[in-house]
């Protein structure tokens, strides 16, 4: 009696201790938010059959102390549009990051900045990036993608989880378009979707003898900015993930410009570079590891973040200019295009 007794409190040990494990195990994964994201990935791509190849290989999910894998080719095109650089040599090309849902943002650039595929003389194109939606709704989400990119034809999207968190595997899926897709392209511009744009001032900029055509990163640029170590801060960066207190020197993600040589050296470093979610910081960290740094631009003042009035001869001697809505960029782009002299 006593043995029989003596094995049943051994199975309670065990299953005590089976639990116990189990629990802590998972408990592990919550400073990474990120696993909830992929797993949700996963039932949507279930659902949706949203890779066409039996050979398409898994997401990379949060290993160790990373929060994502920020090296691009972990990724897959679900559309890519990549015939828009086989019928033509682009001169420059615009990349613009943009949530899958904010097809506002997309018509108002289409409308303003985006609208010219020939300016001063040479070839521009205006190209969308997105990546997957999460929450409810997610199939109507899709079909209305495919059909606005069969119409318009400049949507680019990839199987990452379109969140605040993966901004940097945005960029860097951006960046390997640009690398496998668009190589004749002279240059490219990382464009935020709410930003006014003067692009007859850009391709003035980059026709400037002056302007390399490799190697060549510019912006506004960020100089010993300190890493933000507040924990209540969307822009906080763990020790863990980038130790040292400074950055190095970074443009601005609102918009920077860049010779199209660079997106295939970014890709290749990003395989062995340390990911965390502050994008042109990272890229910045990227230019440091090539030995590499930003320049300014021929005249840094035109590249511009917050703007408090519009004013018609000041947005006609910029280049960016951050704005608060889609309506303000088609108001302020009608009304700088407008025949009478700016100033």
């Given amino acids: 009696m006593l043995h029989c007794w003596f094995q049943v409190l051994l199975g309670l040990v065990l299953v005590v201790l089976f639990f116990s494990l189990s629990s802590s195990l998972l408990s592990s994964w919550s400073p990474f938010p990120l696993h909830e994201h992929y797993q949700k990935f996963w039932n949507m791509t279930q659902e949706l059959q949203l890779f066409q190849s039996d050979k398409a290989l898994p997401t990379v999910a949060p290993t160790g102390s990373q929060y994502h894998e920020a090296y691009p080719r972990n990724y897959h095109f679900i559309m890519d549009n990549k015939e828009v650089c086989e019928t033509r040599t682009p001169f420059l090309v615009l990349m613009v990051p943009v949530a899958p849902s904010n097809v ?97 001032n850009l391709v003035t900029m980059l026709q400037m003898p002056v302007i390399p055509k490799e190697n060549y990163l510019t912006g506004m640029l960020m100089w010993d900015r300190p890493v933000v170590r507040s924990k209540d801060s969307k822009w906080y960066v763990s020790e863990e993930l980038y130790p040292e207190p400074l950055y ?96």
């Avoid at 230019?287 to 035109?302: D, E, I, R, Y």
């Fill in 104 to 200: 506002g943002a997309r018509d108002a650039i289409r409308q303003t900045w985006g609208n010219s595929s020939i300016v001063r003389g040479e070839v521009v194109l205006t190209l969308f990036m997105l990546g997957l939606s999460g929450g409810d709704g997610v199939e109507q989400q899709q079909e209305k993608l495919k059909q606005e990119n069969l119409q318009h034809y400049d949507l680019i999207q990839s199987d990452f989880m379109d969140t605040y968190i993966n901004l940097t595997i945005k960029t860097m899926v951006i960046m390997d378009w640009l690398a496998t897709r668009c190589q004749t392209a002279a240059y490219a511009m990382k464009i935020d979707s709410d930003m006014f744009l003067n692009i007859d």
């Fill in 248 to 343: 190095p020197t970074y443009t601005l993600g609102m918009g920077y410009v860049f010779s199209n040589d660079l997106p295939e050296k970014f890709v290749a470093v990003s395989k062995s570079t340390k990911p965390f979610h502050i994008e042109d910081a990272y890229i910045g960290m990227c230019m440091k590891k090539l030995g590499l740094a930003p320049t300014s631009a021929p005249n840094p003042s035109q590249f511009k973040a917050y703007n408090v009035k519009y004013d018609r001869c000041e947005y006609s001697k910029i280049i960016t200019y951050i704005l608060a809505t889609s309506q303000e960029l088609i108001n302020y782009w009608n009304d700088l295009h407008k025949p009478e002299p700016p100033c």
